[in-house]
């Protein structure tokens, strides 16, 4: 752990975000930093972190606790978990960190899937377990968990993502149910395509991502905080992937998978004839 420590400004509530170092956690941490919290940043990424760190520093005015952590090690998860629940006043937590994988199923590493499913839904699961009861006795709280667009769709090829984020947005909204009347606000923000580093680790290549369905980190984000104020749990930041959802809602789960199939397919034969990234991948180690 490296940082200034959260309680140097003890009366000020504390904003708890993973996945801090880069895009929408980054914005994430920049936003709610800049609305007056104390931040607990969390990533992977010592240098990253610290950069983040010093950059508060020099501003000022706020205080910030960083944590170099793997979380989809699940000791490191423990120890973070524990970190949490000792801090006094966890107002917000962001749950942002994890990753999809774009190949085919039956071409996956299997202890790839399974870290994956884990970082993007077993973490977040924890980690608001870990501030719920806190937020319940003050009966004041918010948590926002990452979700993605790909929770309402059958998407080849990026089958465990789907199931991840599916199922994180399910838990939202029955934690929405379990919450109300406790003061405590829930929100799944599930945004289409963000131009971050999400792509070149999932293998997709952000190019091929029609641009009117894109949309900056910054501007999901503060989407995200408007909606969170008005009581929206389920959250889709930008109008034109509503837009298609609802369109796309019209059609079967067979339908949509052959529509979303075929997209996938393009970019498979224009990109990679192999179609799957751990072959890319492994091609280009050897």
């Not at 224009?270 to 179609?275: A, I």
Request: contains cysteine.
């Amino acid at each position: 752990m490296v940082g200034a420590g959260v309680r140097d400004v003890p009366h000020r509530p504390i904003a708890v975000v993973t996945g801090a170092t880069s895009g929408i956690g980054a914005a994430f941490a920049d936003a709610l930093a800049s609305r007056g919290m104390n931040l607990v940043a969390i990533g992977r990424r010592g240098e990253r972190l610290e950069q983040l760190a010093r950059r508060y520093a020099a501003i000022g005015n706020v205080s910030v606790r960083t944590i170099v952590a793997d979380l989809a090690d699940r000791t490191a998860l423990k120890s973070v978990e524990d970190e949490i629940r000792r801090l006094a006043f966890v107002d917000t937590l962001v749950n942002c960190a994890g990753f999809g994988m774009f190949e085919s199923f039956a071409a996956s590493d299997p202890d790839q899937i399974e870290r994956q499913l884990f970082l993007d839904l077993i973490v977040p699961a924890r980690l608001a377990k870990a501030v719920v009861p806190g937020m319940i006795a003050r009966r004041q709280g918010a948590i926002i968990n990452v979700s993605s667009m790909a929770a309402f769709l059958p998407i080849p090829n990026f089958a465990s993502y789907c199931a991840a984020k599916a199922g994180l947005t399910r838990l939202t909204e029955a934690l929405h149910g379990e919450l109300a009347g406790t003061g405590v606000r829930v929100q799944a923000l599930c945004p289409g395509p963000v131009p971050t580093e999400f792509f070149a680790i999932s293998g997709y290549d952000l190019e091929d991502v029609p641009k009117p369905l894109l949309q900056s980190a910054e501007a999901c984000v503060e989407s995200s905080l408007r909606a969170l104020e008005s009581g929206k749990v389920v959250h889709v930041p930008k109008l034109t992937i509503r837009l298609f959802l609802a369109v796309l809602s019209l059609f079967s789960s067979t339908t949509k998978a052959g529509i979303l199939g075929r997209g996938t397919r393009w970019w498979t034969k224009k990109g990679d004839s192999s179609g799957s990234r751990s072959a890319r991948l492994r091609r280009q180690k050897t």
